[in-house]
């Protein structure tokens, strides 16, 4: 029987379990001594969730907020797995410049943190580093060498991948070569540190997602693959850039999810507004976590929260309750 369709009938059974494996079940013996599971009424499933670091992106910019706080403050909020943003350390006076020295600081500073508080690294998310999918080759292999350095701290951090951009070419058969070339040299040399090269839908062609599933089957190496995320479907915008104008044309984003999660190592729960039933009011939770759940994913979910009505705290807080609601219905 394969995972899922387990967890799915041991749920129906009234049995007390995670999603992610047996944590709450006591066994008992019978004269027989044959061991039988408890069975407890009201059983929930149990969530694997990760923050993303870019949900309190505010705090750090605006606020000030040390960006080395991430793991205390998600492990408050209930999280137990860590999605870093290198651009929230650009600033930090230890780490600007990104020098050696500098990714030495991160390096030890974050893990310090995370192991402090019992967090897992996940992910290291990777802007700011040049265009891996640029139609110039030069430019396009200064920028895989740019990322090489967030890769090595990937793998001394403890992560699985690095999220990754195909920003570039704005030519559709120009972007899937050169993303298609882009993203095989950086997987080649992730490949040798153990770390996974995920590619988020993040605007303009990558959020095409039949094109981006074409890419990552030309690459064809078992570290490249996908970040789904909820809410980054908007293929083109009216001044033409990535995020900074209203969209005018968006890829369907059920049908994007699922074609996407085939070649998932991670997936993200973008939210941005909520009703007063606690659900988000542009995606349907429930229909996203059926198509994850049918894939068989049965890594962590990240929370993304990137709305201007409630704060991130508030928001973060919300996901993580649509989540755990939108489980527990589906048990």
């Known amino acids: 029987m394969k995972r899922r369709n387990f967890v799915q009938g041991t749920l129906q059974a009234g049995v007390a379990i995670s999603v992610f494996g047996l944590h709450s079940c006591k066994p008992k013996q019978k004269k027989e001594e044959v061991v039988e599971i408890e069975e407890v009424d009201n059983a929930s499933p149990v969530l694997k969730l990760s ?3 870019w949900s309190i992106h505010r705090m750090i910019k605006e606020e000030g907020m040390d960006p080395y706080l991430f793991a205390e403050k ?9 999605e870093y943003v290198n651009q929230l350390y650009e600033n930090e006076p230890n780490i600007k410049g990104f020098s050696k020295e500098a990714m030495q600081h991160f390096v030890q500073r974050s893990k310090a ?29 200064e920028a895989v060498q740019n ?6 701290a990937a793998a001394e951090l403890g992560c699985h991948s690095v999220r990754v951009n195909l920003m570039g070419s704005k030519v559709a058969e120009e972007w899937t070569q ?9 997987s080649n040399y992730a490949n040798t540190k153990n770390i996974n090269v995920i590619v988020e839908n993040h605007g303009g062609f990558s959020s095409n997602a039949q094109m981006l599933v074409d890419v990552i089957k030309q690459v064809g190496l078992s570290n490249c693959g996908t970040l789904p995320d909820f809410g980054n479907f908007c293929v083109k915008r009216e001044d033409g850039s990535y995020f900074s104008s209203p969209c005018i044309e968006e890829y369907d984003r059920y049908k994007g999810i699922q074609e996407l999660m085939p070649y998932a190592k991670a997936v993200s729960a973008k939210s941005h507004d909520f009703d007063e039933q606690g659900n988000e009011t542009h995606t349907d939770y ?3 976590m059926k198509i994850v759940n049918e894939a068989e994913y049965a890594g962590y979910i990240g929370v993304e929260y990137e709305g201007d009505v409630l704060g991130e705290e508030e928001g ?3 996901t993580k309750e649509l989540l755990l609601k939108v489980m527990e219905q589906s048990a």
Do not use: C, P, Y
């Not at 998600?74 to 860590?82: H, P, R, S, V």
């Not at 995370?114 to 292999?141: C, Q, V, Y």
């Not at 990322?147 to 090595?152: I, P």
């Open 51 to 53: 923050l993303a670091q």
């Open 113 to 141: 943190e995370s192991e402090k508080h019992g967090m897992e690294n996940l992910i290291i998310m990777i802007d700011h580093e040049g265009d891996l999918s640029a139609a110039d080759a030069g430019e396009r292999k």
């Open 74 to 82: 998600a492990k408050e909020w209930g999280f137990t797995g860590l």
């Open 286 to 288: 429930a229909r996203m």
């Open 178 to 186: 050169a993303s298609v070339d882009g993203l095989t040299q950086l």
């Open 316 to 318: 973060i807080l919300a």
């Open 147 to 152: 990322h090489f350095k967030w890769v090595d």
